[in-house]
């Protein structure tokens, strides 16, 4: 084995040893350019660090998102801001772009029939700020309260809050589909006070206020859950008629009125969450 090849090596298990994997994947060629070019050795070093430093920080984005549960083709770039004229886009962008009040943990409701883009929206808001560095999770409000309604009975609630605390931003779909039982809404509640003003929420909702308390049951705890949703937040109201529902008319072939109206349903595209 050859001077070189031995020196190689080592620097590879160095490098393995220390976690470079960049590094050690590129020292080989970039150490080649420095040669050829003469660079000096602070360059070189600075080189192969920025390369491991730009990876781990792609690396760690990847992992949020893998860990997000957000659907990966719901981005704002397919959002058609048109089809809903009373959000305003440059809101929406705002929140996506200066992510303070996720330091605030303030909230974002999103208000609207079925097939309007709540969900779209949200995830694409969630897709943006793991984009920036934040993490989110996704997940229907349903299947969370029955999540934390298990925690709650194996006495390990306070344990699943907290480990819901490392997403600055907690999107939770479909809030009106949450079943009525007082033990389950209750969690619901906690969730939402411990939560309050530290890290954000992100609520959809085919709902108003005004019919949540057949979520919560409870008139005074509806009143306290809503109170502090809304004292720091974004409300996007988004009554317009169903996306899906209008897509699936202009893929109609122009047909007589009556027909038309027959086809709409059977050409609908099913829920997606
Ligand atoms: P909601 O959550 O309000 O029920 P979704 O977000 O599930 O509605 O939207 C239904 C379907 O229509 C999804 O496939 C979504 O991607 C699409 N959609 C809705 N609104 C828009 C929009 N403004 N631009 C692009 N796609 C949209
Ligand atoms: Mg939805």
Known sequence: MSGATM????????LTELRLPTVRRLA???CAQSDREGWPARRLLEALLEHELAERETRRIDR????SCLSPDKRLSSFDF????NVSKAQVMALADAQEWLDRGANVLLFGP??????HLVCALGHALIDAGRRVLFTRCSDLVQRLQA???DLRLPQELAKLDR????ILDDLSYVRR???????LFELIAERYERKSLAITANTPFSEWGQVFVEPAMTLAAVDRLVHHSTILEMNVESYRRRSAQAAQPAQPATRRGRGHDSNAPTEQR
């Open 181 to 187: 039982d007082q033990a389950e809404t209750s969690v």
């Open 167 to 170: 997403f600055d931003l907690l």
């Open 151 to 153: 925690a709650r009975r």
């Open 28 to 30: 080989e060629d970039v």
């Open 7 to 14: 020196a190689a090596g080592r620097l590879d298990l160095m």
């Open 114 to 119: 079925p097939g309007v883009g709540k969900s």
């Open 64 to 67: 949020h998102r893998a860990e």
């Open 82 to 85: 048109a089809a809903v004229p």
